[in-house]
């Protein structure tokens, strides 16, 4: 995945600003630096592109989505790192690489626990968040 989507949203949940930026820590590091204001949570999504007829939304294998979102909240990243292979994802239905974002802004917030992690297992989604200042344990 060349790019990542950003969507900046404030407490209320109000679009503040979206775009994109290479997928690299780096790059979304910058992006975020130059919103000219300090970020308090940085916010994942994950889905996946297994897409039934007349619904606009697909989920991936479940058992794989919540392996993932264990990963997350024990802050295992280096095993969740090396089992995102290629085969895998494709086993998954995660062909799409959205699980590579997650992986990028894990590298952005560091081994810290995320202080919000939701998982919607029946609509493919889950949504995690970390506190600015670090590891919310």
Do not use: Y
Request: one cysteine or more; charged letters at 20%.
């Amino acid at each position: 995945m060349n790019e990542t989507a950003i969507c900046v949203v404030n407490e209320d949940g109000i679009l503040i600003r979206e775009g994109k930026a290479p997928s690299e820590p780096e790059a979304i590091s910058a992006w975020l630096a130059d919103l000219g204001f300090s970020v308090a949570k940085v916010g994942l999504e994950i889905g996946g592109p297994r897409v039934e007829v007349n619904k606009t939304f697909g989920v991936p294998d479940p058992a794989w989505a919540t392996w993932i979102l264990d990963k997350i909240r024990l802050c295992d990243h280096h095993t969740l790192i090396d089992q995102a292979t290629e085969k895998r994802m494709l086993k998954a239905g995660n062909v799409a690489g959205e699980l590579l974002n997650w992986i990028v802004a894990l590298g952005i917030v560091g081994p810290n626990r995320p202080a919000v992690l939701i998982d919607q297992p029946a609509l493919g989604n889950a949504f995690a968040a970390w506190d600015a200042e670090g590891d919310s344990s």
